[in-house]
């Protein structure tokens, strides 16, 4: 299973510092970023793929539950605080789970574990839809069969994502990360935070688009290893 992909927000560079060490210490887990403030990793998030954060609530400029409710399509998140009084909100915003400083490293490795086994369920459940050859999808009040070899690629608008095929369009009100946990990931790969294509619909690419059935679709910053990886 690959590196569970993880960044730290928060502006005590000791709890930073204690958060790396148990980081380090967890052969699943890939640190690659920390920031003092929500507003420096919402630019970083904009353009490149995270699994996990781990989430101060009192940070400046901006809170760190007024931070989550600003993600639409948020990563697992883990809050790391000193106030027990926001564990209510953090788990209403389906946080992961909710470690009180101090905390001890046996804690911080239930709390990762929880992550890892979501993960593990994700994987399963897209293996199972590789045996499938399509998928129900609710458009206009009734369920829409759409079959995985005439879509072309989806896109995200906000709560609501449309789904291009061969022969028409949908719209349908579910997530980015909820449909692309349902399409079999052989065949399917998220190349923006906004967009997800069929690789079988990619006639040719440059380093920033690729062109499906006579559509350029960007591809975001923190995406392009994924591209370079298939094709």
Same mark, same amino acid.
Request: hydrophobic share 40%.
């Given at each position: ?17 204690? +958060?790396?060490?148990?980081?380090? !210490? ?13 507003? +420096? &990793?919402?630019?970083? +998030? ?25 993600? #639409?399509?948020?990563? &697992? /998140?883990?809050?790391? #605080? ?10 209403? +915003?389906?946080? #992961? ?13 239930? &709390?990762?574990?929880? /992550? ?12 199972? !839809? ?33 789904? /291009? ?43 920033? &688009? ?22």
């Amino acid at each position: 299973m690959s590196k569970i992909k993880c960044i730290i927000i928060e502006d005590e560079p000791l709890a930073v510092k204690v +958060l790396t060490d148990y980081i380090l !210490q967890v052969p699943f887990l890939e640190l690659v970023g920390t920031f003092k403030d929500a507003i +420096l &990793a919402t630019d970083y +998030l904009r353009e490149n793929i995270i699994d996990l954060i781990f989430l101060d609530i009192h940070l400046p400029k901006l809170k760190g539950m007024a931070f989550l409710k600003t993600l #639409t399509q948020p990563p &697992a /998140v883990i809050v790391t #605080t000193a106030y027990h009084q926001y564990a209510i909100e953090g788990f209403n +915003l389906n946080v #992961t789970d909710y470690l009180l400083k101090p905390f001890e490293f046996e804690r911080f490795l239930i &709390a990762v574990n929880k /992550v890892k086994s979501a993960q593990c369920e994700k994987n399963i459940s897209n293996n199972s !839809q590789e045996q499938k050859d399509f998928i129900f999808l609710n458009v206009q009040k009734k369920k829409v069969k759409i079959l995985f070899s005439e879509i072309v690629y989806i896109e995200s608008q906000r709560e609501y994502i449309k789904i /291009v095929t061969t022969k028409k369009e949908y719209i349908s009100k579910i997530s980015t990360h909820d449909i692309e946990s349902l399409l079999p990931s052989n065949l399917f790969k998220r190349i923006h935070r906004s967009f997800i294509v069929s690789l079988t619909k990619i006639d040719s690419y440059t380093a920033d &688009a690729v062109e499906v059935n006579g559509k350029s679709v960007p591809i975001g910053r923190g995406y392009k290893s994924i591209i370079e990886n298939l094709l």
